[in-house]
């Protein structure tokens, strides 16, 4: 079955550089658009970086020229590389798609909506 399997997250020192990896498992046909979300307990979810199909991407103000997102689309496969991290970087990190086209062996090709990862935490120390 299809699965979005977050990894990169750790501990790192202000200043310092982190590049996450969300891989999509299983027979994954197309993903669009990929997007990176983070957010601190007790917040509200924020939307940190988005990459479409004609590669065009956007930023908020927060991260706009310390983070990068980009996709190997044959690995099915989106980063998130973060340069100059901050402490205000500190949160939970989450990949996203709005639609996974992909292929169940036995009910043929299916389609997921709005289909998260599970997670990986990103801690700044000052």
């Known amino acids: 079955q299809v699965q979005l399997v977050e990894s990169g997250g750790s501990t790192v020192q202000a200043g310092g550089s982190l590049r996450l990896s969300c891989i999509a498992s299983?027979?994954?046909?197309?993903?669009?658009?990929w997007n990176w979300y983070r957010q601190v307990l007790g917040k509200e979810r924020e939307l940190v970086a988005t990459?479409?199909?004609?590669?065009?991407?956007e930023y908020p103000n927060s991260v706009k020229g310390r983070f990068t997102i980009f996709r190997d689309s044959a690995k099915a496969t989106a980063y998130l590389q973060m340069n100059s991290l901050k402490p205000e970087d500190t949160a939970v990190y989450y990949c996203?798609?709005?639609?996974?086209?992909?292929?169940?062996?036995?009910?043929?090709?299916?389609?997921?909506?709005?289909?998260w990862g599970q997670g990986t935490q990103v801690t700044v120390s000052s």
């Open positions: 299983g027979n994954i046909l197309n993903i669009e658009t």
């Open positions: 990459i479409t199909s004609d590669d065009n991407t």
């Open positions: 996203n798609t709005p639609r996974i086209l992909f292929e169940d062996q036995t009910m043929g090709v299916r389609q997921a909506i709005d289909y």
